[in-house]
């Protein structure tokens, strides 16, 4: 599944001129110190006179050992050179010292290109390393908005993009009310829980559908918590009770390699949600238009009614594709009384 990097590359490329992974592959090259980064291939190295191209850009540095090293912005650019000045210099340079060859020289360096150096060379045996023996670090050039600004708006995407997701709960011996908080602390409506069903103690979710067996009753909102009560009808002891809801794909995130639902937003570059990368990016963007567009496009108020008219239709197109065709229809409902009424 999509991570947060891959997410916020996507919404790179679709808020502006964008330079990093999803177009090109650029580290820092000889030169490169804590005042300057270098480098040496295009797009940055250039002979054409385009030096106001990357300034008052944000750059970024994703695999930074210091947190505070991660986020500049371009002061100059000095395009025949390639080379990026940022506003304030860095406390660890983005290109590890030249012939470093030892792990505790290398250690603060853990980038993708190591796969390309041998044991010998980092061991300090004398064997050349590619590069004269410095590791050069991948960087970013991003576009109206730095990282943590995007990293915002991803996570506020995500909770304009809905999921629906089975919960299951254990049923209490005489009970006909459940509170709902700690099996859906992330409920949002009454109306999200759309269906109920319960299973037998033992009996296998995937042999026998638990929503064939429907329980009636209604969800009621109790302060900051909502209230399963199915009518009077309880339950025998181990029986489980099965909940079909809507939830935010903000709450069902996680870390790389967990459970779905363990947390609730991205924070760290390999951070998972389950949803398209199109989806999340398209209501991402019409969250930043919506909040920044006024800045984005002060002298031009026409154009940005259209822009913002764009991305909310792509937004919606990207629901309709992944939320509402598979949304399912309510069953659950009250209980109601047949047959022939008493006549006073």
Same mark, same amino acid.
């Given at each position: 599944?999509?991570?947060?990097?891959?997410?916020?590359?996507?919404?790179?490329?679709?808020?502006? &001129?964008?330079? +990093?992974?999803?177009?090109?592959?650029?580290?820092?090259?000889?030169?490169?110190?804590?005042?300057?980064?270098?480098?040496?291939?295009?797009?940055?190295?250039? +002979?054409?006179?385009?030096?106001?191209?990357?300034?008052?850009? &944000?750059?970024?540095?994703?695999?930074?050992?210091?947190?505070?090293?991660?986020?500049?912005?371009?002061?100059?650019?000095?395009?025949?050179?390639?080379?990026?000045?940022?506003?304030? &210099?860095? *406390?660890?340079?983005? /290109?590890?010292?030249?012939?470093?060859?030892?792990?505790?020289?290398?250690?603060?360096?853990?980038? =993708?290109?190591?796969? /390309?150096?041998?044991?010998?060379? /980092?061991?300090? *045996?004398?064997?050349?390393?590619?590069?004269?023996?410095?590791?050069?670090?991948?960087?970013?050039?991003?576009? &109206? @908005?730095?990282?943590?600004? =995007?990293?915002?708006?991803?996570?506020?995407?995500?909770?304009?993009? @809905?999921?629906?997701?089975?919960?299951?709960?254990?049923?209490?011996?005489?009970?006909?009310?459940?509170?709902?908080?700690?099996?859906?602390?992330?409920?949002?409506?009454?109306?999200?829980?759309?269906?109920?069903?319960?299973?037998?103690?033992?009996?296998?979710?995937?042999?026998?559908?638990?929503?064939?067996?429907?329980?009636?009753?209604?969800?009621?909102?109790?302060?900051?918590?909502?209230?399963?009560?199915?009518?009077?009808?309880?339950?025998?002891?181990?029986?489980?009770?099965?909940?079909?809801?809507?939830?935010?794909?903000?709450?069902?995130?996680?870390?790389?390699?967990?459970?779905?639902?363990?947390?609730?937003?991205?924070?760290?570059?390999?951070?998972?949600?389950?949803?398209?990368?199109?989806?999340?990016?398209?209501?991402?963007?019409?969250? +930043?238009?919506?909040?920044? +567009?006024?800045?984005?496009?002060?002298?031009?108020?026409?154009?940005?009614?259209?822009?913002?008219?764009?991305?909310?239709?792509?937004?919606?197109?990207?629901?309709?594709?992944?939320?509402?065709?598979?949304?399912?229809? /309510?069953?659950?409902?009250?209980?109601?009384?047949?047959?022939?009424?008493?006549?006073?």
């Amino acid at each position: 599944m999509p991570n947060l990097a891959e997410y916020r590359r996507n919404l790179a490329v679709e808020s502006g &001129p964008y330079v +990093g992974p999803e177009s090109y592959v650029v580290k820092a090259t000889g030169g490169t110190d804590v005042n300057k980064l270098v480098c040496d291939v295009y797009p940055i190295q250039s +002979g054409i006179a385009q030096n106001d191209l990357y300034s008052d850009r &944000p750059l970024y540095r994703p695999n930074a050992v210091q947190e505070t090293d991660k986020h500049r912005v371009v002061q100059t650019y000095d395009p025949p050179t390639g080379t990026l000045t940022p506003d304030l &210099p860095w *406390t660890i340079s983005p /290109l590890s010292p030249a012939g470093s060859r030892t792990y505790q020289a290398l250690e603060a360096f853990p980038y =993708m290109d190591l796969e /390309l150096y041998t044991y010998e060379c /980092l061991d300090g *045996t004398g064997v050349t390393c590619p590069g004269g023996g410095s590791i050069g670090e991948r960087f970013e050039i991003l576009g &109206p @908005w730095d990282a943590p600004t =995007m990293h915002q708006l991803i996570n506020d995407g995500l909770k304009q993009c @809905w999921l629906t997701v089975d919960v299951v709960c254990t049923a209490i011996d005489g009970v006909s009310r459940h509170d709902l908080r700690d099996v859906c602390p992330w409920l949002q409506d009454a109306n999200h829980v759309r269906q109920a069903g319960v299973l037998a103690q033992g009996i296998d979710p995937w042999t026998q559908d638990p929503f064939a067996a429907v329980v009636y009753g209604h969800v009621e909102r109790d302060g900051a918590t909502f209230i399963f009560n199915t009518d009077g009808r309880t339950f025998n002891p181990g029986d489980q009770i099965w909940l079909r809801c809507y939830k935010r794909a903000y709450d069902h995130c996680r870390v790389s390699g967990g459970t779905y639902g363990d947390q609730s937003g991205l924070y760290g570059e390999t951070d998972e949600a389950p949803i398209d990368r199109d989806w999340l990016v398209s209501s991402a963007l019409l969250i +930043g238009w919506r909040r920044f +567009g006024h800045l984005l496009e002060v002298n031009a108020n026409q154009r940005l009614i259209r822009d913002l008219a764009a991305a909310a239709a792509w937004f919606d197109d990207r629901t309709r594709q992944h939320f509402v065709a598979v949304a399912p229809t /309510l069953t659950f409902r009250r209980a109601r009384s047949f047959g022939p009424r008493a006549v006073a």
